[in-house]
Structure formats: structure tokens, C-alpha cells
């Protein structure tokens, strides 16, 4: 919590001179403050210094009902010594605002606790205890919605209640009652004792609009029927209500797994496991209607404008901004979730979902707003959110914020203007994407003023299309899928559409990019989700037919995964490279929030690596087609991907493992091939080799089971097919033995078969391979032991002629499986191609290793051809036309992959870098 001045400032108590920023504000201009002074004097005394919490609160209560009073009495006369003692910290001392919402919310939650408890043992005396068919007694819950389930409880504010029982059954009494009457009484006496006005005041106002049904609904639901409601009947505008939903009394019960089962089912009607812009439309309803609402009770009361809640930029603009995010995008970002305002401000600008700039200025809009709203309160206690006026409050009100306030100028209302000035501004760009919402003809907001478009089915539609458009969106107007999706999607898809036409007419993008965008389209028409996304972020649909104008690729990626579009909002795309330690952090934050929720199940996070993965990729594969980063760096950053996925995969997999006989497991995984040279492209299989440690185990037998076990449940975590789409194609060809050897094999027996000792050994082959492979994940104590393996394999001595006898045969094997037709030249497979370049560069590493040790590490191809020449192992200038030959061949496949051009070109094409290859081999094989 913020800490409290221990020093407070003497404070004039004259409110009849103008108040100004040198000019201090006392408590006691405050009516209510006042009225508390005179009937509690002697009571204030009683209750401790400092800021009032949970245990000084219910110890205050038990001293009141020990002096006689009734507890109706004692919680009155408790709430509001403290709500005076709140005024004076706030006013006086310069407490935090959040220290204020605090005790405000463990003032509500300590009197609903100690409420019900005694009005849970009057009917238990009544009717005896509720029970289940088990016999087992039926737990009841009282859920604090709003500014209580968030903390943030304001000093004159209601509570917004949902009263909830676990199941239905009957009580064990002299007279039985069913489990829905027994606790019906329960809230009726629950309220008495809280909401009802006797002559000490009273402790809350209480609302139960929120529940189910609202107020047609029954005061009290069992969770079968909040379950089946929220499934079945729940409203978009809900899913914000219960965003900040908590269960909030009893206290004793708040940790049991019944309550877990309960915020599952909140968190799974709030929360979807996708992104979820189709809930802008209902934000904006709810929204019109508190604007609607506050502009009719202002009409021709000018004073009800400076509403710091409820009016343009007020409150809740910041709510709804803070709560559309979350809702948003917090089912597949679960480390996002919090109910706190302030809280999630920062999360969403540690995530980048929020420009931190906007972020702190909303924060200290927010703090500012709370803080005006609490002094308007505190002026009679009335649940108000009005700015008074009087000029003698307003300028108390100024003084106590530290702004001036006379007659000709007051920067109060400065400040307040342009605080929801901002406010509205930022809620504007997230809603209506920048642009001022609509008006009607009397000037007032009205979103649904725009006309729709006309139908995709519509002459009057495909008339306004460039021609070669309309002929390709002709088509879905007798599609069934178009015929039953709802009005609402296709007016959306035809808003697409039309703004597609139009970057088309503008020159922001070519006709080419639009049909591709068309093509997207198509196998999404009932993923609406998706629709809702673009329709809602016309920058992202800009910088998609952009890119789609780019090169073919993406539109395949982004078929496969279509909700990676969602990256291109992301303004920090273009200017940045991968990052593994935050890609890492990122997804380990993401697996602790599952777990805060109860959700860490295996679907879960498959689906997380999934999302996380494919989003890296695109983002990757924009800079390269935007031309931010070369070809080299694509590799990079895709391989290092790929090695921060899998290292990430194992943790998880293995606390997920049953059988699992140690914390972390002693395994590894050696890349091989494309990622084992760090050359990895979009698309590319991984071919990879598991090894385990079981030195100093004391049962090996059982640790290779086990980690036979493990290799087999992460193949499956890597390789399975989930709603969130494919991860890789993973190649375990190269292990010991091949297809016929096991999964995972021990680094000792690596070894053996890796040197040639014993009778089972490795092929030359699996040689070569070798040169390309790496640790590449797992237990960073095996990558020491497998480097020792490779190095000694590599130096170890070799007959040369032998060597290029069967490299050769191997390469004539590659060639007949590739055959080249005519006069073309195969960037890859040709002779004088990179295939050439790779088998020269291995019977280098193999033949001179031991006499030339540079050769050792896996630096890749370029590096290695370079280090060749300076050894004087290759003639000069061979090694190094051979490298800059490599590096244009990879370049020329990887352009023509992009744009899914064919990879053989003309022989004269690529002469220059043919020659150089074929000068290469004939240096390396005679």
C-alpha cells in the first residue's frame, strides 16, 4: 500500500477566502465529517490511528457489540468512524488514493463477513444447516462485483452483490426448509443488517442488479443454475460485469476448491480462447447507453455535465478502455488478467497492447478522477459523482487537490477538461478507430447514424468494385456459408471488402493483393472472430493488403494461422529482431497465469506454444518481406526460435510427466540439418536426436524408461494438431540406428556408437550430418559432453580417398532423387548448386579436422569455406567465391520461395555463382 505523512500540514479551516494551490483544505468542510464529529464524538476515540484495515475493523466491531450495542448498531457506527477517518487521511494527510479504495473495500468486506456469519447462525437455529444429498453442509457465497471485486471500492459507493449457494438440498432442523428458502432468509437478514437506513445511517447500499436475470431474477441462484445461465443465457455486457467479479465473504472459504470450480466457469464465460473483437459492437451498446443516460439526466441541467464518471472522458471511458482490452485478448494472454484498473494499465503496456505513454496518462487520469470522485462524496456521503455547485465546496474541493480556484479562473475545471479530454480521445481511437463517433442531427453521439453497407449480394454492392474484384467476390453471393451467417458478420465482411476496393483505387495496394485478401477471406467466413478483428482495426487490413502485395508466402502462413494478423497492430514490429530471453519470459509469465486460474491444463499450453510460435514467425516473416532484415538473419532468428520453443516445451512437458523422478530433467535435444546449421527457413522439419544423462542414477534401467517416456509425451506436445493449429514436423532419422534405434539414447552410448567402438557404429553419413548438429535445448550440462562426442568424431583420422569415395556416392543418391528437367539449373540440387557447397564443406570438416581444429565449430557454411582458404586448404580465392556464391544461392531460393516461384532457373541465370561452386568441388574431389 502507499505509505501515509506522518507530518500533516496546519490547515486553515476558513473556507470563505478563494483557495489556492499555497492554500490547504481541512476535513471538516465536509458536512457528512461534521455530523459524524458531533453524534460519534465520543467514539472516535476508539478507533486506532492510522489507516483502518481488515483486523482493526473487526476488532472495532467486537469493542461496540461488547459495549452493548446491537451488531446492526456496531457495523453502522464502524463504518462511519472510518469513512471519517478515511476523509481526514485523504484530505489532510495525502494518503494514496488506493489506500482510500483499500480499506474502503476491507471495510465492505469485513462487515458482509461478520453479517453473515450471524445471520447464518440465526437460521441455523431457525431451521438447522443446509445439507447435500452427501450430508455434507452446502457452502454459500457472497460475490463482489464492480469496484468491490476489484478492490477499488470508492467512500460513498454501493456493493454490487451476486449471492450464490453450492447446490440445492435441505436443512437437518425441527422445521426443514429447502436449500434455496434457508438461504433466501439468509440475504434477506444479510441485508437488514447492511443495507437497511436505521437511525445510526447504514453500512452499504446494496445492489443485486447483476445477478442473473437482474431484477427479475431471484435474490439468491445455486451455482448449477449462475453455471447454466452464464453458459446458456449470459449477455456480452456481463461478461464485463463479471470480469471483476471475487468472491468476497465468507473469508474462510475463499480458498477451496469449490470456489476454484466457480472461477473456472466465470473465467470461461469472460474469457475466450481466441481474439475476441467481436465484443466492440457490445462495449459500444453498453457504452451508448451511459453516455445516452448521463446526456439525459444533464438535459437542460447544466450542472449535471461535470459528471467525473459518467460523462465524456469520465471514469468509466477508463474502465471500459482497461476492461475491452482485457476482455479482448485475455484468453489466450492469461498473465494479462487482473480485476484492478491500475493494475492491468500495467500489464497491457508491459504487453504492448498499450502505448506506455497512454498507459500513465490514463493512470493519472484515472487516480485523478478517483480522487475528485472521492471528495465530491465525502461533501455529504451521498453515492454522487457530480461536481457541486456551490462555489464554496468546489473551491474546497480545488484547495484540497492543491489547484486554485476564484472567481475569474479555476484549475480544477482546467485540469478536469483536460484530463477527459484525453480520456475521450483514447477511448475514441480504440472504439472508432481515431475517428470522432458519429453524430445525429441534434449533435449527439450516435454510432448507428452511419449507413451500412449495402449486402455482398447487392448489384448496387459489386458496383462498387474495381471489376476484377467484383468478379472474384461474385461467387459468394449464392455461397451457403454467406446465406446463413448473421447480418451483423456480413456486414462486416462487406465493410472489408469495400476497403480492400478502395486501397485498390488509391494505389495503396494492387489488385493482385486485394484478390489475395479475398482469398483469405473465404475459409473464414464462419470464423467470425476474425472478421470482427479487421473490421475493427482498419490499420491492420491497410498493412495487410501491404503485405499481401509483397509476396505470396503470407497469405499461405496466414491461412494456416490466421490469427497472427493480429501482430501487424503491433507498431513495434518492423523495428525490432527476436528476442529469446523475452520470448521466454513472455511465455513463462503466460504458464504462471495459467496456473493463478486453475487452468494450467496440457490443452492450454499446447495451444499457447502454438500461438506464441506462429505469431514469432510472422512477425519475422513481415521484416523479411518488408526488407528489415537479410536473409542470414531470418535463419538466425528463426533457429533461435525454434531452440527457445523446444527448451520452453521440456520444462513444461515435463512438470506434466507422471512419471518424472527428478526436478529437472537430464536430457537434450541436438539439432540437426537446417537447424543444426542455423539455416532454418518458413516451413522447415526439424531433425533432431534426444540424449539423456544417466550417470549417478541410481537405477539407469528406470531412467531410461522414464526419459523414453518423456521423449515420446514432447514429440507428442511438438507434433499434435490442436485448435490452435501445427508446430513442427519433427525428423528423428538421424539417431543411433535410425528408425529402428531407440527415441532417446544415453550420451555414453552416443558416444560409442558415434566413435566406432564396439560393433554397432555409425555410417559416414551420419558423419556428415554430424558436422551440422548442435545442442540445441535441454539441460545446458549435456551440451558440454555431446561437443566433447562431436569434436572427437570429426578429428578423429580418416582415409581421404576413401572419404570422397563416399561422400561422392552419397551426393550421386541426392542428385537421382532430384532429377532436373531440361536446360534449367536448380538453385539447390544442380551441379554447381548449394547442395555441392554443403558435401565440399563436410569432407572438408571430416578430412582436415584433426590437422586444422578452426574447422570444428559449426560456425556454418560461409564461415567454414572461409576458414578452408586462410588454412590453405582450398586455392585461393576458391573458398571465398564459393562462399559469396552460397550466400547469393540461398538468397535466390529463399526470394523465389517466398514468392512460391520455382526454384530452377535458366543455366545462364546464376553462371557466375555456378562456377564458383563447381570450381569448388573440383578442388575438394579432384
Known sequence: MGSLSSDAVPRSSSVASPINAQTAAFADHSRFVQRIRRRYADELGMLPPGLP????????????????????????????????????????????MQDITAAMTDLAETTLDVALQ????????????????????????IIGMGKLGARELNVSSDIDLIYVYEDSGDTAGPQPVS?????????????????????????????LALRPNGNSGPPVVSLPMLEEYLQAHGREWERFAWLKSRVVAPRACIATPQIQALRSTVNAFVYRRYLDYGVFEGLRQLHRKVRDEAQRRAAGRPERANDVKLSRGGIREIEFIVQLLLVVRGGQFPEIRTRSTLKALDKLAAGGLMKPASAARLADAYVFLRRLEHRIQFLDDQQTHLLPSADADLRWIAG???????????????????????????????????????????GISCRGCVPSPQPLDSGEFLAKLPEALAERVKPWCEHPKIKVLRDES??????????????????????????????????????????????????????????????????????????????LADERLLHSRFDAREFTA?????????????????????????????????????????????????????????????????????????????????VAVIAYGKLGGKELGYGSDLDVVFLYDDAGEPDADKASEVYAAFVRKLIGWLTLRTAAGELFDIDTALRPNGGS?????SVASFQKYQTGRGSNTAWTWEHQALTRARFCAGDPALAAPFDAVRREVLAAPRDPVALRSEVRSMRDKVSAAHPVQGEMFDIKHSAGGMMDVEFAVQVLVLEHSKTEPSLIPNVGNIALLQRAEAAGLLPPSVGIAAADAYRDLRRAQHAARLDEHPTQVPQQAMAAQRNA??????????
Open 53 to 96: 484495515r481488515s483486523a482493526v475493523i473487526a476488532e472495532l466491531i467486537q469493542r461496540f457489540i461488547a459495549g452493548g450495542r446491537t451488531l446492526a448498531s456496531a457495523l453502522r457506527v464502524t463504518r462511519q468512524l472510518v469513512l471519517e477517518r478515511l476523509a481526514v487521511l485523504d484530505i489532510e494527510e495525502g494518503a494514496a
Open 490 to 567: 456480413k456486414a462486416r465482411l462487406a465493410k472489408l471488402v469495400l476497403r480492400a476496393a478502395d486501397a485498390v483505387k488509391n494505389g495503396r495496394c494492387t489488385i493482385d493483393a486485394a484478390a489475395r485478401f479475398i482469398d483469405w477471406l473465404e475459409p473464414l467466413l464462419r470464423r467470425e472472430s476474425y472478421i470482427a478483428l479487421l473490421a475493427e482495426r482498419p490499420e491492420v487490413q491497410n498493412r495487410l493488403l501491404r503485405l499481401l502485395g509483397l509476396a505470396r508466402w503470407p497469405i499461405r502462413y496466414l491461412m494456416l494461422h490466421p490469427g497472427v494478423v493480429d501482430e
Open 179 to 207: 436449500a434455496h428458502e434457508y438461504f433466501s432468509q439468509v440475504v434477506r437478514s444479510l441485508y437488514a443488517l447492511i443495507g437497511e437506513t436505521t437511525e445510526d445511517g447504514f453500512v452499504f447500499r446494496v445492489d
Open 741 to 745: 534405434g531407440m527415441l532417446v539414447t
Open 118 to 141: 450471524h445471520a447464518m447462525a440465526e437460521q441455523d437455529s431457525r431451521n438447522g444447516p443446509p445439507l447435500n444429498a452427501q450430508g455434507r453442509r452446502i457452502e454459500f457465497w
Open 586 to 666: 513472455d511465455l513463462e509469465a503466460r504458464y504462471a497465469a495459467w496456473g493463478r486460474s486453475g487452468h494450467v491444463d496440457e490443452e492450454a499450453l499446447l495451444d499457447t506454444l502454438r500461438r506464441a510460435h506462429h505469431a514469432e514467425v510472422f512477425r519475422t516473416l513481415v521484416r523479411d518481406v518488408e526488407g528489415h532484415i537479410t536473409v542470414e538473419q531470418v535463419a538466425d532468428d528463426l533457429s533461435a526460435l525454434v531452440d527457445a520453443t523446444l527448451a520452453c516445451a521440456i520444462r513444461w512437458a515435463w512438470k506434466h510427466l507422471k512419471q518424472r523422478h527428478r526436478e529437472i530433467p537430464q
Open 400 to 442: 484540497s487537490l492543491d489547484l486554485n480556484c476564484t472567481a475569474d479562473t479555476c484549475e480544477l475545471l482546467d485540469r478536469l477538461c483536460e484530463i477527459r479530454e484525453f480520456v475521450a480521445t483514447e477511448f475514441d481511437a480504440l472504439l472508432h478507430e481515431g475517428q470522432a463517433a458519429p453524430t445525429n442531427a441534434h
Open 917 to 926: 561452386v563447381l570450381a569448388l568441388w573440383r578442388a575438394v574431389f579432384g
